[in-house]
């Protein structure tokens, strides 16, 4: 039995606690809203972030997070991508470097361009990626919470520390494959949001199963072509962080990303539509980095391109439509010589 903290218990940390709890580990959950931890305490249940759920007495939950750590030997970071940053400062004279870090946020930061890897070996003052695994795949926690077969991909560059976090997680439902390739994994996890958005501006405005096929294929061959530039292997982009959980998060109605780019198609303003839901849609803030990103390494991603014009200024979804089709004629795969 391990001591293991989740910080963040939105619907994914408190999902991965659950596991956690699963497998014989003592849990501590915590949360930065007070009231948030008053509630699950009272309801055991997760009434705001996921509902329906029972949540075992002897799981912790605690807003204080020198709390939360104390005795740790093992932190899960299930914050979302944007918060990461300030909450691993906030926590770094208490987690010790010998500690193995899960990182369970998807997203690429705002500004600095950085996986959430890179985000944590810099906040926590660990030398590339040293103990730190990032936990990725086709799993949504409504899902994993019941119980329903998932799998994931625990991955780092030491394969030690990807077999540790597997040992954590691993049970009879959710399994666990290992990987050398955080950066093709994180890349995956984070860029298949912003397509998850176009699918959903396909599925507001009508059109159909053709429409869907054609934007997971070319939008895996996007993420593909940068992740390969930024440093992913080609491979890992066909596995369960980058096909699996496109496929995923593009047809589920459990898709927060989904929902995102359905309510655009309706003709509501992105502010309305992030005013009104309670969790995080990462593929909004991901959807900036992606244009920096195509533009720092000169890299075409005519679909994120077009889901950045749609987002932040105003296109019309149909005309976004009509200039993805009326693009330049091109071969499907580049020409090899």
Excluded at 246 to 251: A, E, N, R, V, Y
Excluded at 290 to 295: F, G, N
Aim: hydrophobic share 40%; glycine share 10%; aromatic share 4%.
């Amino acid at each position: 039995m391990a001591r293991v903290t989740v910080l963040g218990a939105g619907s994914w940390g408190t999902t991965l606690g659950l596991v956690l709890h699963d497998n014989g580990h003592a849990v501590t959950m915590w949360e930065f809203d007070p009231e948030q931890v008053r509630a699950v305490l009272r309801d055991h249940e997760n009434r705001k972030f996921l509902p329906g759920v029972s949540i075992p007495s002897s799981i912790a939950f605690t807003n204080a997070i020198g709390d939360a750590l104390a005795g740790a030997q093992t932190v899960i970071i299930a914050v979302p991508s944007h918060v990461v940053r300030e909450t691993s400062t906030s926590a770094r004279e208490i987690i010790p470097p010998e500690l193995l870090v899960v990182n369970a946020a998807k997203g690429i930061e705002n500004g600095t361009l950085m996986r959430m890897s890179q985000v944590l070996s810099e906040s926590l003052q660990r030398r590339d990626g040293q103990r730190i695994v990032s936990l990725v795949g086709p799993s949504h926690a409504e899902e994993v919470s019941r119980r329903l077969p998932t799998t994931v991909v625990s991955a780092a560059l030491v394969e030690a520390d990807a077999v540790e976090a597997r040992e954590l997680f691993m049970t009879d439902y959710l399994r666990v494959y290992t990987n050398n390739d955080p950066t093709g994994v994180e890349l995956g996890g984070s860029l298949k949001n912003v397509i998850a958005i176009a699918a959903g501006i396909c599925d507001g405005l009508g059109y159909g199963d053709n429409t869907k096929g054609a934007l997971l294929t070319r939008g895996l061959a996007e993420i593909t072509r940068l992740g390969v530039v930024m440093g992913g292997k080609p491979e890992t982009f066909a596995g369960l962080s980058g096909m699996g959980d496109l496929i995923t998060t593009c047809i589920s109605t459990h898709s927060r990303n989904r929902h995102v780019g359905e309510e655009i198609a309706a003709g509501k303003s992105l502010d309305e539509v992030l005013g009104s839901m309670v969790m995080v849609a990462e593929g909004v803030r991901t959807t900036r980095s992606a244009h920096e990103l195509s533009l720092k390494y000169g890299v075409e991603l005519p679909i994120s391109e077009q889901m950045n014009l749609v987002l932040f200024e105003n296109k019309h979804p149909d005309e976004a439509i009509r200039d993805l089709m009326m693009r330049e004629p091109k071969r499907e795969t580049a020409a090899r010589h």
